[in-house]
């Protein structure tokens, strides 16, 4: 697959077919997972995972209460279809997001026969953020590979899994840690990292998510990076298990560039790039983004498709209390577009995974 960048014009007159599989009901259930090889001011890495797969199960349906977004309800703790292994995808949300941001994700990909795990990100997740972890952006691509070994080994899901159709997906934050995985590497050195890693010293960073902080601290953060950090920053993640990554909006922007053209030579998993029009800052430097990745399609969503609108739709109490991450333009009907990634991913997932 060559190189390719694209600006689609009609959403809905090119949305695929690849929903003519079978449609399972949604399974559901959460793990835990601890990293006691990274540790921070005295408590492991503990990382949760909530986990959509299909079942034929039908009942009961149970709600996954969430103030902020819609989520379909679910059958916790639903038995597997007897027999059958399924494909499996990791998926890392966003800055300060969690597993609850792209559920319209992992319920479609649940319901065409994939095992879906999402990541909440330690340190990185509201309520619990913490500004030395959030300037380590690393950490993510390493707790995806940490929770894919762990599910690998999980007593009753590893019979579930084809061990040989795994992908990874993101968003935002997420998806940079998705071009991680497939073998990027980023370009952080003393002269460049604070304008590489600039998003906890935005105004309105700080004051949403770290108000209680000391100014001095958090002007500190990236002054405090040790050798050991630059080292951690500019390897390679890369997992070879993941067979296919899908890189929704990655936190890439003209202020925030992580990667170069070296780096991102480096990459070796087929990719799949998807970014709104109106995503100010990121969508710029996306198409350099791809040109560079080997064997990359590159999507532009045309209109006034923003970075928000990539996250789930939001409840009428989500609306009311977040409305700038919540509700779009007039013109935008954000589960049409939701649809329409959805769709493509799974395309580009079966294709690769050859499903």
């Known amino acids: ?119 909440r990100h330690y340190g990185n997740s509201m309520p619990l953020m913490i500004p030395e972890i959030c300037v380590r952006p690393w950490n993510r691509p390493e707790d ?7 599910i690998l080994q999980d007593p009753y899901l590893k019979q579930y899994i084809d061990g040989d159709k795994i992908g990874a997906a993101g968003f935002s934050q997420g998806g940079s840690a998705c071009i991680w995985v497939a073998g990027a590497q980023a370009h952080l050195t003393p002269d460049n990292v604070k304008q590489q890693i600039a998003m906890h010293n935005e105004p309105f960073m700080r004051e949403k998510f770290f108000k209680n902080v000391p100014a001095e601290h958090m002007d500190s953060l990236i002054d405090n990076f040790t050798k050991k950090d630059f080292e951690q920053a500019n390897r390679s993640y890369y997992d070879a298990r993941f067979k296919v990554v899908f890189s929704i909006a990655p936190g890439i922007d003209d202020q925030n560039v992580m990667f170069i053209e070296q780096g991102l030579n480096q990459a070796k998993t087929p990719t799949y790039i998807i970014v709104g029009e109106a995503d100010e800052g990121t969508v710029e430097q996306i198409p350099f983004i791809a040109q560079h990745i080997r064997n990359c399609k590159c ?57």
Request: proline share 4%.
């Open 1 to 119: 697959m060559k190189k390719t960048v694209f600006t689609f014009l009609g959403l809905i007159s090119m949305a695929t077919t690849a929903n003519n599989q079978h449609i399972f009901s949604l399974g559901f259930t959460e793990r835990t997972y601890v990293d006691y090889s990274r540790v921070f001011e005295g408590q492991p890495r503990t990382l949760e995972v909530a986990i959509w797969y299909p079942t034929h199960d039908t009942t009961p349906l149970q709600k996954i209460e969430n103030d902020t977004w819609k989520i379909k309800d679910v059958i916790k703790n639903a038995s597997f279809p007897s027999s059958q292994k399924f494909p499996l995808i990791i998926f890392s949300h966003g800055f300060s997001g969690n597993q609850w941001n792209h559920t319209w994700f992992a319920e479609f990909f649940a319901q065409h026969g994939y095992i879906v795990a999402a990541i």
């Open 144 to 150: 995806m590979s940490f929770v894919l070994d762990h």
């Open 299 to 355: 999507v532009i969503l045309p209109g006034k498709v923003t970075h928000w609108t990539l996250l789930n739709e939001g409840t009428q109490e989500g609306r009311w209390s977040k409305p700038y991450i919540t509700i779009d333009h007039p013109s935008i009907d954000r589960a049409a577009i939701h649809e329409y990634v959805a769709k493509e991913a799974l395309q580009f997932f079966n294709h690769f995974l050859s499903i």
